[in-house]
């Protein structure tokens, strides 16, 4: 399992399968399976500021402010969860 404080706002956890993103303040969380994600992306603008987008379907969640202290675990944890998602087969 991979958590990480991405900033002040939010946490990412990922288990292998499923991907969480708590909210600082919240009680709610956001839930994705890698089966339903379309693509996740970290970007940075030409200001140098990260924010992470993950499709899914129509919606998804997108615009997370990325740390630059955090920019190297969120990289890496992008890295991993697309690579879980190109290794993952429905068992029946």
Avoid: C
């Avoid at 404080?5 to 890698?34: A, C, P, W």
Wanted: without cysteine; glycine residues 6%; proline residues 1%.
């Amino acid at each position: 399992m991979v958590t990480i404080q991405v900033n002040e706002s939010f946490v990412l956890s990922f288990d292998g399968s499923v991907i969480e993103v708590f909210y600082h303040g919240s009680t709610s969380s956001k839930r994705m399976h890698i089966s339903h994600i379309d693509d996740i992306q970290l970007q940075t603008d030409r200001k140098g500021n990260h924010d992470l987008n993950i499709k899914n379907g129509v919606t998804g969640i997108s615009g997370l402010e990325v740390d630059e202290n955090a920019f190297p675990k969120v990289n890496q944890f992008v890295a991993e969860v697309l690579k879980a998602k190109a290794e993952y087969r429905f068992s029946w």
